[in-house]
């Protein structure tokens, strides 16, 4: 049974860093694709990274050049380092397979950047 565990989440102000991460059992990243997702109120929810066996990563415009997805196949956990952020960033941010499994949905962590 696959179990992904995020945490890392918090409130910081417009401007600072967040570092999330994605613990894993029943999966093995290095051996998936994997991505950070995240859900803001009353919005779908998004792709924000995604990263794969080879070190490939992807970013949407939105993230580019201030999110880096990376992994540690030793401790089968992924990390989301956050700069830079914005209001707009606040949201549920969940990891999951990519393209994501419906089952694979953890309960996420709330990350809010505000003054």
């Known amino acids: 049974q696959v179990q992904l565990v995020e945490s890392g989440g918090g409130l910081v102000q417009p401007g600072g860093s967040l570092r999330l991460s994605c613990a894993a059992s029943?999966?093995?990243?290095?051996?998936?694709?994997m991505g950070w997702y995240r859900q803001a109120p009353g919005k779908q929810r998004e792709l924000v990274a995604y990263?794969?066996?080879?070190?490939?990563?992807y970013y949407p415009d939105s993230v580019k050049g201030r999110f880096t997805i990376s992994g540690d196949n030793d401790k089968n956990t992924m990390y989301l380092q956050m700069n830079s952020l914005k209001p707009g960033d606040t949201a549920v941010y969940y990891c999951?397979?990519?393209?994501?499994?419906?089952?694979?949905w953890g309960q996420g962590t709330q990350v809010t950047v505000s003054s």
């Open positions: 999951n397979t990519f393209p994501p499994r419906n089952s694979y």
């Open positions: 029943g999966i093995i990243f290095r051996t998936n694709k």
């Open positions: 990263i794969i066996g080879s070190g490939s990563t």
